[in-house]
C-alpha cells in the first residue's frame, strides 16, 4: 500500500470549508494583533506585510496541488477551490489594509499604482485575479463550459509570476526569501506545463 492511500483517506474526511474557517480566523487574529499595537512599532505595515505574504503561501499551494500529486499520489483536488477562493480573500485583505490604513486617499491609491512598478504589477495580478475568484463555482462551469473553464483559470500562471515580482520589488535590499517564494512559482510552473500540461 502506498503512503498515500491512508493520507488521502484522512484528507476525505477534512472539508474543504475548513480552510475558509481558518484563515477567516487567522485574518481577524492578525488584525487584533495589528490594532492592539502587538506587531512592532510599523503594525498597519506588518499587518499588510502579513496578509500579502499568506496569500502567496495560498497561490504557491494552489500552484502545487497537481504536481504534489502527480510526484506523491497525494490528492488535494478537493481544497484547490478553496485554496483559489481563499486566496483572493488574503489577496482583498492585503489591498484594504493598503489602500485604507497606509495610503488613506483613492487619488494617492491611483498615483501609487501609476507610480510604484512594484504596485502595478501587484494591482495586475489582483485585477487578474477577479475573474478566477467570481468564477470559481459550479454554475460558471456549466455556463462558460469545462474547456473554456479550464482555459480562463490558466490566468493563474501570470498572476502567480506578477505576484513573486511584486513581492522582489517591495522588498528593500537583498533578501533571500521573495527570491525563494519567485522560484518555487518558476519551478511549480515549468513542472506542470513539462509533466501535466492537461491540469489547471
Known amino acids: 500500500m502506498s503512503i498515500s492511500t491512508p493520507i488521502n483517506g ?9 480552510i475558509y474557517v481558518l484563515t477567516a480566523l487567522w485574518v481577524v487574529w492578525v488584525f487584533y494583533l495589528g490594532a492592539t499595537n502587538q506587531l512592532g512599532p510599523e503594525p498597519i505595515n506588518k499587518l499588510e506585510r502579513a496578509y500579502g505574504e499568506m ?3 495560498f497561490l504557491i499551494a ?13 490528492n488535494l483536488i478537493k481544497f484547490r477551490r478553496a485554496i483559489g477562493v481563499t486566496t483572493f480573500f488574503l489577496i482583498v485583505a492585503h489591498f484594504a489594509v493598503w489602500a485604507l490604513l497606509d495610503v488613506q486617499s483613492f487619488a494617492r491609491v ?6 510604484r512598478k512594484y504596485v502595478t504589477v501587484g494591482m495586475a495580478a489582483f485585477v487578474l485575479l477577479i475573474p478566477l475568484a467570481v ?10 463550459g469545462p474547456l473554456a473553464w479550464r482555459k480562463l483559470h490558466k490566468l493563474v500562471y501570470p498572476i502567480a509570476i506578477l505576484a513573486g515580482v511584486h513581492y522582489l520589488w517591495l522588498v528593500k535590499g537583498f533578501q533571500i526569501e521573495p527570491i525563494i517564494y519567485m522560484a518555487v512559482i518558476l519551478g511549480l510552473i515549468v513542472t506542470r506545463y513539462k509533466f501535466g500540461r492537461k491540469a489547471v
Open 10 to 18: 484522512a484528507l476525505r474526511k477534512v472539508p474543504a470549508w475548513l
Open 135 to 144: 468564477t470559481s463555482n459550479n454554475l460558471s462551469i456549466r455556463k462558460i
Open 110 to 115: 491611483w498615483t501609487e499604482i501609476v507610480k
Open 62 to 74: 494552489g500552484l502545487a496541488v497537481t504536481p504534489l500529486r502527480n510526484w506523491t499520489g497525494i
Open 55 to 57: 496569500a502567496l503561501k
